[in-house]
């Protein structure tokens, strides 16, 4: 399984963003847990984000 997030401007924002120091996160960073017994996404929504107004795309992918 994969998941990933893109803005409107095209920035895809890559998984594990969401691990670094908590001062310096901002609105799309992310970390899929994607063991065989956890399935887990976590996606941060805080406002602190340099565009005012910015739509997501969030796409998952399962590999069979």
Do not use: Q
């Amino acid at each position: 399984m994969g998941i990933e997030f893109t803005d409107n401007l095209g920035n895809l924002h890559i998984n594990k963003t969401y691990n670094n120091p908590e001062v310096f996160h901002v609105t799309g960073d992310n970390v899929v847990y994607n063991e065989t017994d956890v399935k887990e996404l976590h996606w941060l929504v805080n406002g602190k984000h340099p565009r005012k107004s910015t739509k997501w795309l969030m796409e998952g992918f399962r590999c069979v």
